[in-house]
């Protein structure tokens, strides 16, 4: 984020937008945009941007982007659908720039091709200009690549399939995935708003059954070699002929990125201090929800402001630093806790420090790419975490420590402003007595006098002297989460 201008705040944006100001410069009407059209709005007086197919006058927001001018300025006169995902595909742009709407990308005509060469005459020259060695050759090389193609549609595709069993007061759906030793982490199914949505995820791709029908409740999820098990209780003990009528997306197998987000409304059942500005949320998951978040990945906690849905990206945290290493215990399956930090100006964060216990806050499916799998084979773990970047290394923290049975060593190196600003300074420090392995290291950048420990920001000298092998050959994984300034510092 860049510092923006007196005026310039998200809430002055939204109050902008409902002062019947033309922000489009078309005044009301909405066109259809060539792309030569749109490569002519490439300046910052005059931006425009395509977002999937929908072109939107940018000039205006210029001055509100949280990300600075220049952000916005790689997509201008351009489709910047695939740059606006790498960055925030979880913002809803179309309620933001609903104002801005100059309209939808025209349909590019295909051009007819010129002359008509048949396909026929296209292999007979090939066959006339191409010797027996190569025909040979090339036909084996296209047989192999369709085989390939064949290959992976029966493993993304025919392997992924669901069916549905039932007594007298039970439906049981069997989702058939031949993965052996399923997660739990990589199961999420809701049942409610009568609709049934069992979502499982493979590694970019996930496979989604989702039928609407009233359910009463959800008994049980139990993950066996290769499927998953979703027991239902009838309402009425009556034969059904269906499991319900298919929704969209049903029985499909396609990128996580298409699927799109799904919310479930939480219930806020607590609010703790953590420090003087950050504080633990606790939500409850509806009944008839299986979320588990996965280590090093987060989700989105949408809310409604004076009419405007606003979305923030936050990591679940455990309730607290546990000393006995048992992670399934720490998680009961209803409970998600959020370590959030209250900014006096920010938006969002005051909106949410203004609920009141019993009020719900929409919460997304886990969103990132982060894998356990890279922390099980590191002998050294170093973690380097600025402010509230400390809350995706708690869980990482405790699942290395509970099971990564090679670890030798894990490192946190934790930057704050003051000694007020420690997270949990206490349980961190009882955690390097309790084990060996972990040692902390508190670095601030403006103690008080009294302070003794080490001072600075985060540098090259001072990584150097904090950053090391245990063993000569031993491997390292180092993860890094904070303020982008202290994320791009410290990459480097």
């Given amino acids: 984020q860049v510092p923006l201008k007196p005026g310039r705040s998200l809430m002055d944006w939204i109050r902008l937008t409902k002062s019947g100001k033309d922000l489009t410069g078309l005044k009301g009407r909405l066109i259809d945009v060539t792309e030569d059209e749109l490569a002519k709005h490439n300046r910052k007086e005059d931006c425009w941007i395509c977002i999937r197919g929908f072109v939107y006058n940018v000039t205006p927001y210029m001055e509100y982007h949280p990300g600075g001018e220049d952000e916005l300025m790689k997509a201008a006169g351009t489709d910047g659908t695939e740059l606006f995902d790498q960055v925030h595909r979880w913002v809803n742009y179309e309620s933001m720039l609903k104002e801005c709407l100059v309209g939808r990308m025209a ?212 309730p607290f630093l546990p000393l006995d290493f048992q992670e399934s215990s720490h998680h009961d399956g209803v409970h998600m806790y959020f370590m959030i930090k209250i900014y006096s100006c920010g938006l969002f964060t005051q909106a949410l420090d203004h609920l009141q216990i019993g009020d719900c806050i929409s919460v997304s499916n886990p969103e990132g790419n982060f894998k356990k799998s890279q922390v099980q084979t590191s002998e050294d773990l170093i973690l380097l975490a600025g402010g509230t970047g400390f809350t995706p290394m708690v869980k990482l923290l405790n699942f290395a420590l509970a099971e990564v049975s090679c670890l030798r060593t894990a490192k946190l190196i934790f930057f704050n402003k003051t000694e007020d600003d420690i997270l949990w300074r206490n349980q961190l420090e009882q955690l390097a007595l309790k084990d060996e392995r972990f040692e902390v290291q508190f670095i601030l950048s403006q103690p008080t006098k009294n302070w003794v420990g080490r001072q600075g920001k985060i540098s090259s000298s001072l990584l150097s002297e904090f950053v090391k092998r245990s063993r000569k050959d031993s491997k390292v994984l180092i993860c890094i989460c904070g303020p982008t300034s202290f994320t791009e510092q410290g990459v480097q």
């Fill in 107 to 318: 349909v590019k005509p295909i051009a007819a091709p010129k002359g008509e060469v048949s396909v026929l005459a296209c292999i007979f020259f090939f066959f006339q200009q191409t010797t027996e060695d190569e025909i040979v050759l090339c036909m084996n090389t296209f047989i192999s690549n369709v085989l390939l193609i064949y290959f992976f549609y029966m493993l993304y595709f025919l392997f992924y399939s669901y069916d549905w069993f039932q007594t007298d007061s039970l439906i049981m759906v069997v989702i058939y995935t031949k993965q052996k030793d399923m997660d739990a982490e990589l199961v999420i199914v809701d049942c409610q708003d009568k609709r049934l949505r069992g979502e499982i995820i493979m590694d970019d791709y996930s496979y989604l059954v989702e039928v609407g029908r009233t359910f009463s409740l959800l008994v049980n999820i139990a993950e066996k070699v290769g499927k998953v098990e979703i027991i239902l209780k009838k309402k009425d003990n009556i034969h059904w002929k269906m499991l319900g009528q298919p929704c969209e997306g049903h029985n499909t197998f396609i990128k996580r990125t298409d699927r799109g987000l799904f919310y479930r409304k939480c219930k806020l059942i607590s609010k703790t201090e953590v420090t003087h500005d950050t504080k633990l949320f606790c939500l409850m998951l509806p009944k008839g929800t299986h979320l588990r978040v996965p280590t090093g990945q987060h989700v989105y906690l949408k809310q409604i402001f004076t009419e405007t849905e606003m979305v923030k990206p936050y990591t679940p945290v455990l």
